[in-house]
């Protein structure tokens, strides 16, 4: 078991590359995270399933603040759990095999761009939720226009904001053909029954 001086150390070597140290504060930033406190961010993303650290910050020589980075297994426990994303699935996205993610879990380190393909996608399961959409297979499986789904277009660079735009556009479009359609067929239906109101009744000048 680490002592608390282990801890720290850890949490340093770990939070090197994305920390920037400060008198008493340090402030870490993190890809995708508007600028934001990384503090903050990982609090914020501790409630969706997250579970790196405990999003408490680590104090180090000089009262400095530090937080460590998530790692590809975080990214993947949060797309499995949270989002039900199964591991075919994120294989088949991120051209991998299964055995590499199941690495990656373990803490194997992916390529900088797949752990940058890996928090995109885990942003865009927050704004899914942040958007009141449901995470759903359906809904990651969806064809957008252009042909590919809304994972996929995260998966090519495209900012979580912007996808989840593209997909309620479509989604609402959707809606509106189909309450088109309804409305048209429940017009047809009340015709058809005018047509048929006099039906058996005889007329004035009918012969009896």
Same mark, same amino acid.
């Given at each position: 078991?680490?002592?608390?001086?282990?801890?720290?150390?850890?949490?340093?070597?770990?939070?090197?590359?994305?920390?920037?140290?400060?008198?008493?504060?340090?402030?870490?930033?993190?890809?995708?995270?508007?600028?934001?406190?990384?503090?903050?961010?990982?609090?914020?993303?501790?409630?969706?399933?997250?579970?790196?650290?405990?999003?408490?910050?680590?104090?180090?020589?000089?009262?400095?603040? $530090?937080?460590?980075?998530?790692?590809?297994?975080?990214?993947?426990?949060? $797309?499995?759990?949270?989002?039900?994303?199964?591991?075919?699935?994120?294989?088949?996205?991120?051209?991998?095999?299964?055995?590499?993610?199941?690495?990656?879990?373990?803490?194997?380190?992916?390529?900088?761009?797949? $752990?940058?393909?890996?928090?995109?996608?885990?942003?865009?399961?927050?704004?899914? &939720?942040?958007?009141?959409?449901?995470?759903?297979?359906?809904?990651?499986?969806?064809?957008?226009?252009?042909?590919?789904?809304?994972?996929?277009?995260?998966?090519?660079?495209?900012?979580?904001?912007?996808?989840?735009?593209?997909?309620?556009?479509?989604?609402?479009?959707?809606?509106?053909?189909?309450?088109?359609?309804?409305?048209?067929?429940?017009?047809?239906?009340?015709?058809?029954?005018?047509?048929? &109101?006099?039906?058996?009744?005889?007329?004035?000048?009918?012969?009896?």
């Amino acid at each position: 078991m680490m002592n608390s001086s282990a801890c720290q150390m850890t949490a340093w070597k770990r939070a090197a590359l994305t920390t920037v140290v400060v008198p008493s504060l340090a402030m870490a930033f993190q890809v995708g995270t508007g600028g934001q406190l990384t503090e903050n961010y990982y609090k914020n993303r501790g409630s969706k399933g997250y579970t790196y650290a405990s999003y408490q910050a680590f104090e180090d020589i000089g009262g400095a603040l $530090l937080l460590p980075p998530p790692t590809a297994a975080d990214y993947l426990l949060h $797309l499995r759990d949270h989002a039900k994303i199964s591991v075919t699935h994120l294989a088949s996205l991120l051209g991998v095999s299964r055995q590499i993610l199941y690495d990656w879990q373990k803490g194997s380190q992916p390529t900088a761009l797949n $752990l940058s393909k890996l928090e995109r996608l885990s942003e865009l399961v927050d704004h899914m &939720d942040a958007a009141g959409l449901t995470l759903s297979q359906q809904n990651f499986s969806r064809k957008l226009p252009g042909g590919l789904t809304i994972l996929e277009l995260v998966r090519d660079g495209a900012a979580p904001e912007v996808a989840i735009q593209i997909f309620s556009a479509l989604r609402a479009k959707e809606a509106a053909q189909r309450a088109l359609v309804k409305d048209r067929l429940a017009q047809r239906q009340s015709r058809a029954a005018h047509l048929y &109101d006099d039906a058996g009744s005889p007329y004035l000048d009918e012969p009896s």
